[in-house]
């Protein structure tokens, strides 16, 4: 009796072991290391991590989704994002991001909280001709077009990261003008100022923040000559207001690299070289990433 007592607590007991080496084996694995907090305008890190393969890695963030590739490094496994809030698009309050991804098999979905904290900015007062302050007739027809082919641009997410961080500061001017002012121009308000305004006179070299491929070069009513940087996983650079285009649309660029001379074309109250930083085609902040 003793021993039939004995066998049944066995098996049970090696069934519990066999559960519950089960289970720790279709656990959870990866770990997603990301803020609980940010400010309005400011980028911020997203990592997931894990010791094994992960593959079919997207992110959504702000109604937004894009892929990312990974890499494998110091025997881990590991997809990046760099993600934002928009001064102009985005209120405060929290928001969820979601990350999904397949690892051993199986899809897996992560849910993180983030709260975006309010940010005050500054109100700046802009004398500029009045046809850039309130644009004819005429002139509304290219702005829009111009408009809807920088709003594809700048949601482009391409999978291969070209990124790394910190960021190639553009030029070595002090800055002018910060991100998140409140313009306005000839007594009429604008959108706020969703960039970073360099000094730099007239054909100062301007570099590449990091390595990418052109996506973009043109004239453009507001921003005059341009140059747009796909650098992967939704990271787009802009660079507006120049003199000179080094570069042209699909050439591959690397940071630090001179792709344009700076100038006053466009908008412009003087001459300066704007920067602009989009992640998944949220304007931000980028001086914290240089």
């Keep these: 009796m003793n021993n039939i007592l004995n066998k049944k607590i066995k098996n049970?007991?090696?069934?519990?072991?066999?559960?519950?080496?089960?289970l720790s084996t279709l656990a959870e694995a990866a770990e997603l290391k990301c803020t609980y907090a940010t400010r309005l305008g400011e980028p911020f890190l997203m990592r997931l991590v894990s010791p094994y393969p992960l593959?079919?890695?997207?992110?959504?963030?702000?109604?937004?989704?894009?892929?990312?590739?990974?890499?494998?490094?110091?025997?881990k496994y590991e997809a990046s994002m760099l993600l934002g809030t928009d001064?102009?698009?985005?209120?405060?309050?929290?928001h969820e991001l979601i990350v999904r991804y397949h690892e051993r098999g199986k899809f897996w979905t992560l849910r993180h909280d983030v709260k975006v904290e309010p940010k005050s900015y500054q109100t700046q007062?802009?004398?500029?001709?009045?046809?850039?302050a309130t644009p004819p007739k005429e002139a509304l027809e290219r702005i829009e077009k111009?408009?809807?082919?920088?709003?594809?641009?700048?949601?482009?997410?391409?999978?291969?990261?070209?990124?790394?961080?910190?960021l190639q500061r553009p030029v070595n001017g002090i800055v002018t003008s910060p991100y998140g002012f409140k313009r306005i121009y000839n007594g009429t308000p604008g959108n706020p100022h969703r960039g970073i305004d360099?000094?730099?006179?007239?054909?100062?070299?301007?570099?590449?923040?990091?390595?990418?491929?052109?996506?973009?070069?043109?004239?453009?009513?507001?921003?005059?000559?341009?140059?747009?940087?796909?650098?992967?996983n939704g990271v787009i650079s802009c660079y507006m207001h120049l003199s000179e285009i080094s570069v042209k649309e699909g050439q591959f660029v690397q940071k630090g690299e001179v792709i344009a001379l700076s100038g006053q074309?466009?908008?412009?109250?003087?001459?300066?070289?704007?920067?602009?930083?989009?992640?998944?085609?949220?304007?931000?902040?980028?001086?914290?990433?240089?």
């Design 146 to 166: 111009e408009s809807k082919l920088v709003r594809d641009i700048i949601n482009v997410v391409s999978l291969r990261r070209h990124w790394e961080l910190p």
């Design 198 to 232: 360099f000094r730099a006179a007239v054909g100062t070299p301007v570099k590449c923040a990091a390595d990418g491929v052109v996506s973009l070069t043109g004239d453009h009513y507001f921003g005059g000559k341009s140059v747009y940087v796909d650098h992967g």
């Design 265 to 290: 074309t466009g908008r412009a109250t003087g001459p300066h070289l704007h920067f602009g930083l989009y992640l998944l085609g949220n304007a931000v902040d980028p001086a914290s990433l240089f």
């Design 125 to 132: 007062e802009l004398k500029v001709p009045q046809a850039m």
């Design 12 to 22: 049970i007991l090696y069934s519990t072991f066999i559960t519950i080496l089960v």
């Design 87 to 94: 001064v102009k698009d985005t209120g405060p309050g929290v």
């Design 55 to 75: 593959t079919d890695v997207t992110v959504r963030w702000l109604d937004k989704e894009g892929p990312l590739n990974v890499t494998f490094s110091e025997d």
